[in-house]
């Protein structure tokens, strides 16, 4: 994630860490180990990342659990790097939040920040809240009640429904249409246990939405912390999914309603994701995956195909037979077991 100005690394940890940083250094962004630049802060959490780091960043810091006894960077080695990861977090975010925000009410009741920049043929509806740094571009249609947060783009010929809100530094790609209710981008469901207690972690860097989706009604799409969650070009989503943050969703993917998608979550190209099925965190599913309806996916899918789950219903008889079936297969197995050692004995 860039910041929208250069930080001090001083401003930035003073209180939460005692490090040797020069009084000059500045930080355009805090970003991952897998995509960074030379004036970036990085976090390393896990060997597996720290093998990633090939450039020198501004600042790295890693976590006392890395080996880094290969390495030539200059690094600052802590314990709980975690914890100082969202410390950090939670600066960066009472920064962008110091800022003065202003707005100008205009007399259809809609209230706009003078800063936003609003493109040809847009129609905005009464009711309407638009913050700073917030650009439309042509033909944006905003109905009634919608709200968009900071420096969030909405790009040519997008339509968003009644209610809506989209919070901060989303972007939202040409063609696309939410409908009513939908919220993109509010902060993701993440949280350190720090000393007994839950610390939430800011979540900063929005919601990519791609060209020429349909996303429906009352559908939550969570933001990421240092990178966006991103939904990728004519997807298509139905009522009531909630998409956690963190989630990648590839191209012209299909998704029925009342799907749950949990954190860090790839998912590919062409895939059909049937209504009601649960899929796990940090889990990758291959291009071109069919999943039926009330499935649970808690593993990587690694081929194309179509993939079930659960029991269908049927008759209340017939279904407390086959669990009584089901039930008693451990016990089977250890008869079947003790038969074949004592046949084997004899």
Not at 40 to 64: A, E, G, H, M, Y
Not at 84 to 112: D, P
Not at 137 to 160: A, H
Not at 330 to 342: G, S
């Amino acid at each position: 994630m860039k910041f929208p100005y250069v930080i001090s690394a001083k401003v930035l940890f003073e209180g939460l860490a005692d490090f040797n940083i020069s009084q000059t250094c500045e930080l355009s962004g805090i970003a991952t180990p897998e995509n960074y630049s030379s004036d970036d802060l990085v976090f390393v959490f896990r060997n597996n990342q720290f093998k990633s780091i090939n450039t020198q960043p501004k600042v790295l810091i890693v976590d006392q659990s890395v080996d880094v006894s290969q390495t030539n960077l200059t690094y600052y080695q802590i314990s709980a790097a975690r914890f100082l990861f969202q410390r950090v977090l939670e600066r960066i975010e009472n920064i962008f939040l110091q800022q003065n925000i202003s707005f100008q009410e205009s007399s259809r009741n809609q209230t706009i920040d003078p800063s936003a920049k609003i493109g040809k043929n847009c129609i905005i509806y009464p009711n309407v809240v638009i913050h700073r740094g917030v650009e439309l571009r042509d033909n944006v249609v905003l109905n009634s009640g919608v709200v968009v947060m900071e420096n969030t783009i909405i790009e040519d010929n997008v339509n968003i429904h009644p209610n809506t809100v989209i919070y901060s530094n989303c972007i939202i790609r040409s063609g696309s249409v939410i409908y009513a209710n939908s919220v993109i981008g509010m902060p993701g469901f993440g949280f350190e246990l720090d000393k007994g207690s839950w610390k939430r972690i800011p979540h900063l860097s929005g919601v990519i939405i791609g060209k020429d989706c349909f996303i429906g009604s009352n559908v939550c799409i969570a933001a990421g912390t240092i990178e966006p969650t991103e939904i990728g070009d004519n997807v298509i989503i139905d009522n009531q999914v909630q998409v956690a943050h963190h989630v990648k969703i590839g191209a012209h993917t299909a998704i029925a309603a009342c799907v749950g998608i949990a954190g860090s979550t790839t998912i590919g190209k062409y895939c059909l994701i049937g209504g009601g099925s649960g899929i796990g965190g940090h889990l990758t599913i291959v291009d071109k995956v069919s999943i039926t309806g009330m499935s649970m996916v808690i593993k990587s899918i690694t081929e194309s195909g179509t993939y079930s789950s659960g029991m269908p219903a049927e008759d209340n008889a017939t279904w407390k037979r086959k669990v009584a079936y089901l039930a008693k297969i451990p016990k089977l197995f250890k008869d079947i077991y003790q038969r074949k050692e004592f046949i084997n004995h004899e």
